[in-house]
């Protein structure tokens, strides 16, 4: 209940300062993650001493600096972290005897880079590797890197994005030169490793997934296994004869990646049509560069994707009208899934009798609300939970579809949820079985007050936390609840 009163938006100065007189750690940890906590509040849970908490409210930036406890161990680190701190601290925490705290300033984005480049001389070897990894770390510096003697320190300028194309072409083709030394493996043994191969090999594939390493130089690792060729298949300067190899890799991860490529030439997507794994006839479908007869075929016998697709994402208004009138009842839903659409497509797509379309295009914005009893009228059951989405829906058809005995669980969560719903309708869905339902109507600022006192003050206490949360929650209740629980 407390959690509850600590999450609820409205919650009152005052109270929140009696919360943080209970100090429960999970209440106290609740109200720092309240947005647009005051100055007055940021002392309050400061001064509970919780060195825990002190240290996330500083991590986050909440506490200024001249009010963070320094005494603390760890706070300096948390205060540069914060981005609070002057920039002499962060050359302080990069001198801190804890190399966990130095390798934390050599792997943070905002770090300065003098500071990266006094850690790149750091005697511990994951520090080292974090500020060779740094964007911050000065270009000029990492061919001297590249030549370290570890193999760890050398993956971690392969992965640094300011590498050189010519820097990552030798770290490509054998691991660098000299040879290495030191690996991941004996980094902490006093005698090395008699072969230092597989640390070579993370370089080499560290170097294949950069973005600027020529792809030239990735023609030795085209019959490679999954794990190395997917981190470059996605290129999309690769040539047409890497394609064309890749197309054919045994692995159906690696074709996926090259189907769902967007500098794949038309020839070959339509030849991977006709593969036999589904991953890689749906992941053309994701291609933004498929052609719209293609895409069409491959709806109509393929699982529909969940999020909006590419190519109908960058539609011209044309295109858009030749989906939204294919006989292909998929094609129409691809239509109904984009992101924006016109208000006219959206008229047109709500007297589809299509199921599938109708359960899209009934939640969006677009359409009209006095639509969606039509579209009721005309699927039933079947489009209530997409219906419910509307943001407009109008508060009588939640009511009717509430009371409808085939709504069922997913109907009545979406109901539940809606900010339209009356607090009849809430109480219809506080009959459901199901738990996330109810959660919603406690939470719901609807609700009458008695039913909502009545949950919070249920013997079972179940739905307490959801109904603490309310906004509608009166003041006086929230008092009495922390005092009651301050006297407990």
């Not at 914060?82 to 601290?89: E, K, L, T, Y």
């Not at 001389?121 to 570890?150: F, I």
Request: aromatic share 2%.
């Amino acid at each position: 209940m407390l959690l509850g009163l600590a999450e609820n938006p409205a919650l009152p100065a005052r109270l929140f300062a009696r919360l943080v007189a209970n100090g429960d750690e999970d209440v106290l940890f609740t109200l720092a993650h309240r947005d647009q906590l005051t100055l007055p509040q940021v002392r309050d849970l400061v001064a509970v001493g919780n060195p825990s908490l002190t240290g996330f409210m500083v991590r986050v930036g909440l506490v200024p600096w001249p009010e963070i406890p320094k005494e603390q161990p760890g706070r300096l680190l948390d205060a540069v972290l914060g981005g609070v701190a002057p920039a002499a601290v962060w050359r302080a925490v990069a001198t801190d005897p804890n190399p966990e705290a130095r390798r934390e300033v050599a792997y943070a984005d905002d770090a300065p880079a003098d500071v990266i480049t006094s850690l790149v001389r750091d005697l511990n070897l994951p520090v080292v590797a974090s500020a060779a990894a740094n964007p911050n770390l000065p270009p000029e510096l990492l061919p001297q890197l590249a030549r370290h003697p570890s193999t760890v320190v050398r993956q971690a300028v392969a992965e640094n994005e300011n590498a050189s194309p010519s820097l990552l072409a030798a770290l490509l083709a054998d691991g660098g030169w000299p040879a290495p030394t030191r690996c991941g493996a004996c980094h902490r043994r006093e005698v090395a490793c008699a072969d230092h191969t597989p640390g070579v090999r993370r370089v080499r594939l560290a170097a294949a997934g950069h973005p600027a390493v020529p792809p030239a130089g990735l023609a030795a690792f085209l019959d490679a296994p999954e794990n190395t060729v997917t981190t470059f298949a996605a290129r999309t300067d690769l040539p047409v004869d890497f394609l064309n190899r890749l197309a054919t890799h045994p692995c159906d991860d690696v074709r996926a990646v090259i189907a769902a490529n967007p500098a794949v030439p038309e020839a070959l997507l339509r030849t991977l049509a006709a593969d036999h794994a589904p991953e890689v006839r749906r992941a053309i479908v994701e291609n933004p560069s498929v052609p719209l007869d293609l895409l069409t075929a491959l709806v109509a016998n393929e699982r529909m994707p969940g999020e909006p697709v590419p190519r109908v994402e960058s539609a011209t208004e044309l295109e858009l009208r030749t989906l939204a009138s294919s006989r292909v009842a998929q094609a129409r839903a691809l239509v109904a899934d984009r992101t924006w659409l016109p208000r006219v497509l959206a008229e047109q797509l709500a007297t589809d009798p299509d199921i599938a379309v109708a359960q899209r295009i009934a939640a969006r914005s677009e359409l009209a609300p006095e639509r969606l009893a039509e579209i009721v009228e005309r699927h039933g059951p079947p489009v209530f939970a997409a219906v419910a989405r509307h943001p407009s829906c109008p508060s009588a058809l939640l009511q009717w579809m509430a009371a409808h005995p085939a709504g069922s669980r997913r109907v009545l969560q979406e109901i539940a949820g809606h900010p339209a719903a009356r607090s009849e309708t809430l109480l219809l869905c506080l009959a459901s079985e199901d738990f996330d339902t109810r959660r919603r109507v406690a939470a719901h600022p609807a609700l009458a007050l008695p039913v909502l006192e009545s949950l919070i003050d249920a013997p079972d206490g179940s739905l307490a936390q959801d109904a603490a949360t309310n906004p509608a929650l009166p003041e006086r209740v929230m008092e009495r609840l922390i005092t009651r629980a301050l006297r407990e």
